[in-house]
C-alpha cells in the first residue's frame, strides 16, 4: 500500500515531468528559452529536494529540506506566471500546471509549519 509521502514523491516527480515537457515546447527565443531554463531549474528541484527530506537525521532537518521544497514550487510559479503574462505561452496551456502548483505549495506549507 502506497503511503503519503510515496504519493507526494510520486506527484512532485509527475509535476517535474511535466515541465520538462513544457521547456521542450516553447519557442527558441531568448526570453522564452531564459524563463524556461529558471523554471526547469526550479521545478525539478522540488522533487529532488522532498526526497532528500526522507534522508534528514531529525524533524528539524527533515522541514528544512522541505522548506527547501516550497521555495522551489514557489519560484517555479512565478516562472509560469512570468510564461503567461509575457505572452510567451497562452493561459489555456499553464493553467493545470499552475493549479498544480498552487496544489503543492499548500501541500508543503502544510509540511513545514507542521508542529
Known sequence: MKSANDDLIERTKQFALRVIRLFVSLPKTGEAQVLGKQLLRSGTSVGA???????????????????????????????????????????????DLRAEADELTAIFVTIVTKK
Request: glycine residues 4%.
Open 49 to 95: 529536494n522532498y526526497r532528500e527530506a526522507h534522508r534528514a537525521r531529525s524533524r528539524a532537518e527533515f522541514a528544512a529540506k522541505c522548506g527547501d521544497s516550497l521555495r522551489e514550487i514557489e519560484e517555479s510559479a512565478y516562472w509560469l506566471e512570468l510564461l503567461e503574462e509575457s505572452g510567451i505561452v497562452p493561459a489555456t496551456k499553464l493553467k
